[in-house]
């Protein structure tokens, strides 16, 4: 651990951006030349102990060599909790209010950190205002702002969890903030019922409750009570058992609002059904056809996943228009492995934010790509092969050897003689029936073929069971999109010198709305669209996509940047504007995989990184695009 002189030293280097020697910092400091250089290099044998981050120059000074590295490292040796663990525990447990120069010797950090941890912080704990003032930062918002932040700060807490009981060392952190008092009594009384009651709850929705009633009986105890919306529950004695339970262990008394609180998390944790009307019903119904159509996809709807996904939804409304959260610890993977279904997902769903009175986010999204994933997956279905042989057990044998071993994956064999053949009742369930005999009661699926099965007829077989997949895999893997008429040549926005995300998006915006393409309310969309999750991707690429009703006429604009920047959590030095009108939402799909597809090519990337002008880009993907169809 550094001491708070070597961390006075540290602070020093890190503001600095040149070389200091030994006599300025120990001017800074108050200390001698001497002092300075035992702590410099006691501070090396601890910073440069894996990497290289203190250099010296000799007759020039000391500076620092990798701030980013500087900083993990910072943190490993003045504690085992992060900086912003230590800045948001003091504004929701602490004096609530703290300064600048507090954190600054707090933690041994320079301000300009502080000020980045900061609005880290704010992403942390959401829609709750974090303020600074000459006094220092504090959190303002209502009631229900500030237990959302305290909900948002216990998620954080859990994905900090390492070990392979997390949930315990999740408690365990909790009781260190909340009391070992109310961390027992919630649990004991919520695990108690879920027990008796719930047969199959996820995880995610019962720690969510979990933390949920945590915090409500932590603000109550300081006599901090919420204002809400009536929840329209329909089985108040859930709620009653639960809170009555609690509100006995701990001495709470939890009236009518309180209740109704806890009633609308049950609610928006899918423990009790969303009352939902007619209009929102038949809305969510269109939604769900809306989707399936710019997906290319076909639903029975009879289909569990579908009545599933239904109820899904009007949970997911009931959070929204609460601004309640529901943690995905699964959003990042979602968005990297399902990308194109994530994004038409996304902007399909703009329209429906006004008239559902809602605002999606990354989280609520990742859930829809979810089932609308499981939809395409339940669409490549199995197929079942009867084969009726009333030869020997051998030559039977064989066949079904052949068949499997010649067959997709997707292919399952069954084997049975004529005369239980003729006794079956349901053959609807078999795509294909191969006989080696003649059939009394053959089927229009049925193909009679010889004892030994050629080459010719297992060619035969395959063909007739890829029909239908061959089909569906031509909606899912639709042709790309012509390059050259959607990518935007009338704005030049290559090899420029952006020194910021907003900048980017206020060129962008300006540029795309003089040349007709958007309306003067796109850039707010972005802006919006970026503060619920970002587009920017590890690969060093920002997707953003504005509404399809501030957009005029389809496009696609290309930015390329000469030094990579900052966007949210990745530094990029490419970013593609999408902007898909309302008359072409069909294509959607269609220029979502298309980017996609360029993304996923690295040598692709290398040629736009290092062109100069659209020409050259178009030029580049272009013979990529010949070059994948000769491989075809």
């Known amino acids: ?52 981050i203190l250099i010296r120059k000799r007759g020039i000074g000391i500076a620092i060599e990798n701030k980013k590295n500087l900083e993990s490292k910072a943190i ?89 009981n997390t949930y315990s060392e999740w408690l365990a952190k909790l009781e260190e903030y909340y009391s070992e ?56 004695d859930v709620v009653n058992r639960i809170v009555n339970e609690v509100s006995n262990r701990l001495k709470l008394d939890f009236n009518d609002i309180e209740r109704e609180y806890f009633a609308g998390k049950l609610i928006s944790f899918r423990f009790e059904p969303a009352v939902s009307k007619v209009i929102e019903q038949q809305l969510v119904q269109q939604l769900v056809l809306d989707i399936c159509s710019v997906l290319k996809l076909t639903i029975n709807n009879n289909c569990e996943t579908k009545s599933m996904l239904e109820k899904h939804m009007f949970s997911m409304f009931y959070r ?41 986010n990354d989280e609520e999204i990742a859930y829809l790509t979810i089932y609308f994933q499981t939809f395409i997956e339940e669409n490549r279905t199995i197929k079942k092969v009867l084969v009726v042989c009333q030869l020997g057990v051998a030559t039977s044998e064989l066949i079904i050897k052949k068949l499997i071993n010649y067959l997709p994956a997707t292919a399952k064999v069954e084997r049975v003689s004529k005369q239980r053949f003729e006794r079956m009742k349901n053959l609807d369930e078999y795509s294909l029936i191969l006989t080696t005999i003649p059939l009394g009661r053959a089927k229009h ?28 895999q031509d909606n899912q893997t639709e042709i790309f999109i012509n390059f050259d008429e959607v990518f935007n040549q009338k704005i030049d926005c290559i090899k420029k010198n952006f020194t910021s995300k907003l900048e980017i998006v206020e060129v962008a915006s300006k540029a795309l709305f003089e040349e007709g393409f958007v309306s003067a309310k ?31 006429k389809t496009t696609v604009l290309p930015v390329t940047l000469k030094r990579k920047i900052k966007w949210n959590e990745f530094y990029i030095d490419i970013v593609f504007f999408i902007c898909i009108s309302e008359e072409d939402r069909m294509k959607t799909k269609k220029i979502i995989q298309s980017i996609y597809s360029i993304m996923e090519d690295k040598e692709l990337l290398r040629k736009i990184r290092k062109s100069e002008s659209i020409e050259e880009i178009l030029i580049a993907v272009e013979r990529n695009r010949e070059k994948e169809i000769c491989y075809e």
């Not at 300025?24 to 440069?48: C, F, Q, Y």
């Not at 050629?454 to 569906?472: A, G, H, V, W, Y």
């Not at 969309?525 to 920002?542: K, Y």
């Open 445 to 472: 699926n049925t193909i009679k073929v010889s004892p030994y099965l050629s080459k010719n007829e297992l060619q035969m077989i395959r063909e007739r069971l890829d029909e239908n997949e061959s089909s569906f």
């Open 181 to 236: 008092n109310i961390v027992t009594a919630c649990k004991d009384v919520l695990f108690s019922y879920l027990k008796d009651h719930w047969d199959f709850v996820s995880e995610v929705y019962v720690q969510s409750l979990l933390s949920s009633l945590i915090v409500q009986a932590y603000r109550m105890q300081f006599a901090e009570f919420t204002k809400c919306k009536p929840s329209n529950i329909e089985n108040e």
């Open 76 to 164: 490993e040796l003045n504690s085992d909790k992060s900086r912003l663990q230590v800045i948001m525990e003091n504004l929701l447990f602490g004096e609530k209010i703290i300064s600048y120069n507090q954190l600054s010797e707090l933690l041994f950090v320079s301000k300009s950190s502080i000020s980045k941890d900061l609005e880290k912080v704010q992403k942390i704990l959401g829609e709750i205002v974090l303020n600074s003032s000459a006094k220092g930062s504090y959190l303002s918002g209502n009631e229900n702002q500030i237990r959302e932040a305290y909900i948002r700060f216990n998620h954080w807490l859990f994905c900090q969890c390492s070990s392979s």
């Open 1 to 52: 651990m550094l001491s708070k002189r070597q961390s006075r030293i540290l602070s020093l280097l890190e503001e600095s951006n040149r070389y200091l020697t030994a006599d300025e910092i120990a001017k800074s400091t108050g200390v001698s030349k001497r002092t300075v250089h035992s702590e410099l290099k006691s501070m090396e044998e601890d910073l440069n102990s894996i990497e290289k």
């Open 522 to 552: 796109f850039k707010d969309g972005i802006l919006s669209r970026e503060n619920l999750g970002g587009t920017d991707l590890p690969i060093g690429i920002a997707i953003p996509h504005g509404k399809p009703q501030d957009v005029f």
């Open 320 to 360: 929204l228009r609460n601004h309640q959260t529901i943690e995905n610890p699964f959003v990042d993977q979602i968005k990297e492995e399902y990308g194109v279904i994530f994004q038409t997902i996304w902007i399909v769903l703009q329209k429906y934010e006004s008239l559902l009175g809602v605002q999606f």
